[in-house]
């Protein structure tokens, strides 16, 4: 898949399909995270870059990217080399990125291990995806528990300002 270059037209208007998508669905929690309607909203901004999570103090405290089937935003505090990105959720650190046969995608793998900035607080599986993600500001120990619609609002918004950044 080829890196999006998106206008500023053409992303405002795919925000606004998305974000029409949550309201008419209420929530992108479980089953909504396959929702076609949204899903395909999201498709061109899967390859994206993935976009730096800033706490209020400024530190940045994670990296997003929408996850390359649902609709649903996955996080990891580290990137992988840039040579390994290649946008979306390739741009994130791989903990071990020579096991095979692996049930969980690697930035779960990482949040499951408690080690890093983003963690998993609860784990809810009928989607398949965790549904609450915390964020600890390594500077100033601000903590962040967001469900997948608040980071999907967050996200959206960002891709329609035509940041790099998501200030929690
Ligand atoms: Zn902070």
Not at 11 to 40: N, Q, S, W
Request: aromatic share 6%.
């Amino acid at each position: 898949m080829e890196k999006p270059n998106l206008t500023k037209e053409a992303a405002a208007r795919l925000v606004e399909v998305a974000l029409d998508a949550l309201k008419t669905l209420g929530d992108g929690e479980g089953r909504h995270i396959y929702e076609p309607t949204l899903t395909r909203a999201l498709d061109p901004l899967r390859r994206l870059p993935a976009l730096g999570a800033r706490c209020r103090c400024g530190t940045g405290v994670a990296w997003w990217a929408i996850d390359p089937a649902g609709a649903f935003v996955a996080a990891s505090q580290r990137r992988a080399p840039p040579k390994e990105r290649s946008g979306g959720t390739t741009d994130f650190h791989d903990p071990n990125p020579r096991q095979a046969g692996r049930g969980l995608a690697p930035w779960i793998e990482s949040a499951a291990s408690g080690k890093t900035s983003v963690k998993l607080v609860d784990w809810k599986n009928n989607a398949g995806y965790p549904l609450r993600l915390r964020f600890d500001c390594p500077k100033c120990n601000a903590v962040y528990v967001l469900k997948n619609t608040e980071r999907l609002r967050l996200f959206l918004a960002a891709i329609r300002d035509q940041s790099d950044t998501i200030m929690l």
